[in-house]
C-alpha cells in the first residue's frame, strides 16, 4: 500500500522506504519494512533498544546497506549513493560535533565540503546560528558550550545545508530531564519554522507523542503500527502497542464467547472483565488506561458500568498532574493503576484505604494473546 | 609533627632513586660536557677556556656538512616514517579488533625483543653484495651480477624508519582510537570526502599524537650510531660518528664535547620549531606519547 504511494506520486512524499531487509547473519534486524514520509512531517519511530530502529536510521543515511528493499528519497532510489552524496543529515546520538573546530566553522563544514567560499559559508553559517537562537557563539570552541546549545549547533550543522529530510537519532538522550522537556519544544518549534521533513527515533514513547506528526513503532525489526500519537494510543492494533505507548494496566486470561459486540475475558482467579476487540484464540490479553478507571467510595455511583471491583490502596505515586494509585483489587494478580483525582473527595486517599473500581466495555481493549 | 615528617622522609626516600638518575647519569655529565667543549688545549696537559672548539666545526667543512646531512636525513626519515605508520595505526586503532588488535601492536613490537645490532645486522644480510635480495634478482633474471644495495643513503634510511616505524605507531594509535566513530561518520554524513575527512577531522584530532611520534622518532634517528654506521659504511657519514671518532679515535674530548652540545642544541632546536609550526604545546604531546 505504502509502494504504491511511493511509486505513483513520486514527488509527493520525502522518503519511501519499500520492502527494506536488513540482515546480519542468519538474525534480522530490520524486517520488511514500508513506510512512506510526507514533506515536512515530523516522522516518529518508537521501538525498544534493538528493535532495529537505529539500522533503520543508518541505512537511510547510507552508513549500513539493506539486504534487499529499495529506500527512497523524493523518488531516487539511494541504493548505491555513498552517504555523503545523500540530502539527509543526520544528528547523531552523542552529537558528534567537531571538537578540533569552533562552532562557526562546525556549522559552515558541509557547506565548504559542497565547494562554497569560506567567506560565503561563514556568513551563512552566521545566519543559520543566529535562527537556532545563538548568535555571536560562532568563535566559541564547542566544548565550551551547554548541552542544549550543543544540540542546537548539531542541528543548525544539519539545517545549513538545506536537506531533504534530516535525520535524528535520540539526540535528546544524553539531557538531563528538565532540558529534554525543553528541547522536545524547541525541536517541533525549530522543525516548523525551518518546515524541513525530521525522521526522530526514541525509545522514549514520551517524547515520540509529544512531537510527532506520525509514529511508528518498532519491534523485533518490524512495525506494529504506523498513525497519529492519538491513533496509537487511543486505537493500538497490538498488543506490543497497547503495552509500549502510555500506561495501561495489562491483563491476561481466557476469552469466552461474545455477547452483543463485547468480549468477556476471564482472568484466573473467576474474574470476568468485558472489553472490546477481537479475540481469535483462547489466551486474551486486555488492556485499560489509568485515566480510564474511574473511582468511587460508594458502589452504587459506578453501577452502570460493565466492570466493577472492589479494591485497597496499595500506593499513592505523587506526580503533580500526572499523579496515580495502585489499587489491590480482588481477583486481580497486579494492582490496578488509576489516575489520582485532583478534585473531590478522592483527591486526599490514603494508603489503605477502600475504593470501588470500575470502567467502560469501549475503554477496554482486548487482543488475542 | 611526627607522622608529617615521617612521610617527608619517605617521599624523599622514594624520590631518591630518580634524583640520582637524573642527576647522576644526565645533569652532571652534560655539565661536565658543557664544561669540557669550552677548554682548549695549549700545551701538552694544559688548558684554557675559549671557543676554538666550536670554530673548528664552523672551519671544517666535513664537520658542518656532516651536521646538516644528519638533520637533513632525520627530518626525511621522520616524515617517512610518519607516512607508512599512519595507515597502520589508522587499521589498528580503527579497524582492527579485539585480538587482531593486540596482535598487530605485539607483530610492531616483536622487532624489539632482539637487539639493534642484531637487527641491523639482518638488515645486511638481506641487502649485502652475496645477500638474500641479490640472489634472488640474480636467480629470477633481473640482474646478471652480484647487487651491493648496502652502503647508501637508501639502505641508512630504510634502517633507519624500520627501527623508527613503532615509536610512531604507539602514539599515533593511541591518538587515532580516541577518535569518536560517530565524528568522522558526521564527516561524511554533511557531505564529506575520504579526502577531507582525514585533513579535516581525523589529522587535527590526531595532531598530537603525530608531534609526539615525530619527536620520538626524529630523536632517536639523530642520536642513532649502529645503523648509520652498519648499513652507511663509509658513505653513512652521521655526525654521532664524527662524536665517536673524536672521544675514542683521535682521543679529542674537548673537541667530542663541542660536537655533543652542538648535537643537542639541533635536536632541541628542531624540536621546538615543530611544535611552533604545528601549534602543540610540549604538554599536550607528551601525554599522548
Partial sequence: ?369 | MIAKQASRLMLFLLLAPAILWLGLLIVLPHVEILVLSFSERVAPRVYAFGIGNYLEFFTEPLYWRTFARTAFMSILVTALTLVLAFPIALYIARVAQGRVKAMLLLLCLLPFWVSELVRTLGWMILLRETGVISYALRSIGLASQPVELLYNDGAVILGLVYGGLLFMIVPLANALESLEPAVVEAGYDLGGSRWTVLRRIVIPHAMPGIVAGCIIVFMLTVGNFATPVLLGGKNGLWFTEQIYAQFITRFNWPQGAAFGMLLLLLSSAIVWLGLRLTGQSLGTTLKQA
Fill in chain 1, 1 to 369: 500500500m505504502t509502494l504504491c504511494i511511493g511509486s505513483v506520486m513520486a514527488s509527493s512524499t520525502d522518503l519511501d522506504i519499500v520492502n527494506v531487509i536488513k540482515r546480519f547473519g542468519a538474525h534480522a534486524a530490520v524486517d520488511d519494512v514500508s513506510f512512506s514520509v510526507a514533506p515536512g512531517e515530523f516522522f516518529s519511530i518508537l521501538g525498544p533498544s534493538g528493535c532495529g530502529k537505529t539500522t533503520l536510521m543508518r541505512m537511510i543515511a547510507g552508513f549500513e546497506h539493506p539486504t534487499s528493499g529499495d529506500i527512497r528519497i523524493r523518488g531516487k532510489s539511494m541504493i548505491g549513493v555513498p552517504a555523503n552524496r545523500r540530502p539527509v543529515n543526520m544528528v547523531f546520538q552523542s552529537l558528534a560535533l567537531f571538537p578540533m573546530m569552533s562552532v562557526g566553522e562546525n556549522v559552515a563544514y558541509g557547506l565548504t565540503c559542497r565547494g562554497v567560499s569560506r567567506a560565503d559559508a561563514e556568513e551563512r553559517a552566521n545566519r543559520m546560528l543566529e535562527r537556532v537562537g545563538l548568535k555571536g557563539f560562532g568563535e566559541r570552541r564547542v566544548t565550551a558550550l551547554s548541552g542544549g546549545q550543543r544540540q542546537r549547533v548539531a542541528i543548525a550543522r544539519c539545517l545549513v545545508l538545506e536537506p531533504t529530510l534530516v535525520l535524528l537519532d535520540e539526540p535528546l538522550g544524553a539531557l538531563d530531564l528538565k532540558l529534554r522537556e525543553h528541547m522536545k519544544i524547541e525541536l517541533k518549534q525549530l522543525q516548523g519554522t525551518f518546515n524541513t521533513t525530521f525522521a526522530y527515533i526514541t525509545h522514549d514513547q514520551s517524547e515520540a507523542l509529544v512531537m510527532s506528526d506520525r509514529i511508528a513503532v518498532m519491534n523485533q525489526g518490524r512495525f506494529e503500527q504506523v498513525g497519529s500519537p492519538r491513533e496509537l494510543y487511543h486505537n493500538p492494533a497490538t498488543p506490543f502497542v497497547a503495552s509500549f505507548v502510555g500506561e495501561t494496566n495489562r491483563l491476561q486470561g481466557e476469552a469466552a464467547p461474545v455477547s452483543n459486540g463485547a468480549i468477556t475475558v476471564r482472568l484466573p482467579s473467576g474474574a470476568v472483565v468485558q472489553g472490546q476487540g477481537e479475540a481469535g484464540g483462547k489466551n486474551a490479553l486486555a488492556f485499560v488506561r489509568p485515566e480510564a478507571v474511574a473511582l468511587a467510595q460508594d458502589p452504587a455511583s459506578l453501577g452502570n458500568l460493565p466492570n466493577r471491583f472492589e479494591g485497597r490502596v496499595s500506593a499513592v505515586l505523587f506526580d503533580g498532574a500526572a499523579s496515580s494509585l495502585l489499587i489491590d483489587t480482588t481477583g486481580f494478580e497486579q494492582p490496578v493503576r488509576a489516575v489520582l483525582p485532583q478534585a473531590g473527595p478522592l483527591a486526599g486517599i490514603q494508603v489503605g484505604a477502600p475504593v470501588h473500581v470500575g470502567w467502560t466495555a469501549d475503554a477496554m481493549k482486548v487482543f488475542a494473546a
